[in-house]
């Protein structure tokens, strides 16, 4: 069926693959021809890079230590508290408290004594509470305004200069000059608990401010129309944010005027807990 020629390259293309097969089978085509020193030194380099990998595959994970004051949700699921517990925890911060023990942390989210156990080597408290004893011994100060020794002197916060703030012990050039910053942005101080807005500052350090500071001048302020104020002009108040501005408008278009300040908590997203700074800058006539 095939003619000469056919047959001859059929049978030529049979030799061709039995040749390679012949080829394939005895010679190993996986070893390097050993006058290749380059190519041997990056198969030796890959190996050891294997092994590394392996060795890391296998090694514990790193222990990362925080502060149980501000355990999320997520978080607290993820380290085995009950919602519970947690939830404790989170009505324990919303009155701007802080846990500042393991003990202190079990009496607030009454965990059980094997999860405390789990727990407290990973927390990490803030420096100044393992120095708190240290930081109530106010009388030691060598500054002589401030000293208990002496008479108190109470200084008006909102004429306060850098200098005067300096002697305050836990406050440094920095967190001085941040208080200034924030009186200027707030065009004057109206309340000492605005001291919580200052980054940085400690509990007990906002506390030596109350006993050397307090609001005697209190600054002009250009109050807001809460029932006629646009969103642009609610959205550049220091305590109002875009988003909040927009559901107060939301809101009175829907349901009227603001009588006072409790309507305005009603609002999702509202900082319920400055609500007595916060209608110090409001009109609600």
């Known amino acids: 069926m095939f003619t000469s020629d056919q047959r001859k390259g059929i049978f030529a293309l049979l030799s061709l693959i039995v040749a390679l097969q012949i080829v394939y089978f005895f ?14 030194k990056w198969l030796s380099l890959q190996s050891e890079v294997d092994s590394l990998k392996i060795l890391s595959r296998n090694a514990p994970g790193k222990i990362f230590l925080f502060n149980p004051n501000f355990i999320t949700d997520y978080k607290g699921y993820k380290l085995g508290m009950s919602v519970a517990e947690i939830d404790r925890l989170l009505e324990f911060r919303k009155a701007n408290k802080f846990v500042n023990s393991a003990d202190e942390f079990q009496r607030v989210t009454q965990i059980s004594d094997s999860l405390l156990k789990k727990l407290s080597p990973l ?47 836990g406050i440094g050039e920095a967190i001085s000059l941040r208080i200034l910053k924030q009186k200027e942005i707030l065009n004057g101080f109206v309340s000492m608990d605005q001291m919580n807005d200052v980054w940085g500052l400690s509990l007990e350090v906002i506390e030596n401010l109350n006993k050397h500071f307090e609001i005697r001048t209190v600054p002009e302020i250009r109050k807001i129309d809460i029932n006629n104020a646009s969103l642009k002009e609610l959205s550049q108040f220091y305590y109002f944010r875009y988003s909040l501005s927009k559901e107060i408008v939301t809101y009175r278009s829907m349901n009227g005027d603001f009588k006072n300040i409790e309507d ?15 209608t110090l800058y409001l009109d609600f006539k």
């Not at 010679?27 to 041997?40: A, C, G, R």
């Open 27 to 40: 010679i190993d085509f996986s070893v390097l021809p050993k006058n290749d020193p380059e190519k041997q």
């Open 123 to 169: 927390f990490k408290f803030p420096d100044w509470v393992a120095n708190k004893k240290h930081l109530k011994k106010f009388e030691n100060y060598s500054d002589k305004t401030f000293t208990s020794k002496e008479k108190l002197v109470v200084i008006d916060i909102n004429k306060a200069t850098k200098e005067d703030l300096i002697k305050i012990y």
């Open 264 to 278: 305005l908590t009603k609002i999702k997203g509202f900082p319920v807990d400055k609500a007595k700074i916060i």
